[in-house]
Each structure stands twice: as C-alpha cells, then as structure tokens.
C-alpha cells in the first residue's frame, strides 16, 4: 500500500505515468526515462541492480501523512554510490535515507 501512495505522488506531483505493464525493474515513464519509484515509512530503502539508466525517486512518508521527496535522480548514480556494499540473499543492496540525501 505505502508502494502505491508513492507511485501517486510521482504521478501527480511530478507526471509519471505509472504503467503496471513494465518490467518488474520499473513503475512508470516520465518524459521517455524509465522510473523506479521507492516508499517507505522507515530510515532505510533498498535497490536492486537495475537493468539500465532511469529515474529513481524515493519518498518518505511520515506517520501524520505528511511526505518528503528524498531523492529523484540517476539510479545508476545511486547503484555507483553503494558499489562497495554486498547484496542481500536476493540482490538487494539497503540504503539510509540520510545517505541517500548527500547523492547529488
């Protein structure tokens, strides 16, 4: 549930189009870029290896309903930035928000 309320924010705050035909690697389109959209409610997220370049936007959304937009930008650039961390058992590599937030 908390994965469909991000997945409305990217399409009305930032005009993806969410398409629940793609991939499993992708939510939606925006401008022609694939992009990966990540809710959570904790500190943390996680990201497998994606296939190729495209938008990754991860938000926040807090306990009283309020949410926060804490990265949209390159996925790559954020699979680069966590190249020296192991994969969990199924490919997952964890991320702290507060990490997430120095990527620029």
């Known amino acids: 549930m908390i994965g469909d309320i991000g997945e409305a924010i990217a399409a ?7 398409d629940k035909k793609l991939t499993k690697h ?3 389109m925006l401008k022609g870029e694939f992009v990966q959209v990540k809710t959570t409610q904790k500190d943390d997220s996680y990201l497998k290896e994606p296939p190729r370049e495209g938008i990754l ?7 009283d309903g309020t949410w926060e937009s804490v ?7 954020v699979w680069r930035e966590l190249v ?5 058992g199924v490919g997952e590599k964890i991320f702290s928000l507060n990490r997430l937030r120095k990527i620029k």
């Open 12 to 18: 009305i705050q930032y005009g993806v189009e969410i």
């Open 26 to 28: 992708w939510d939606g």
């Open 57 to 63: 936007m991860v938000f926040k959304i807090s306990e």
């Open 71 to 77: 990265y949209i930008g390159s996925i790559k650039k």
């Open 84 to 88: 020296r961390q192991n994969p969990n």
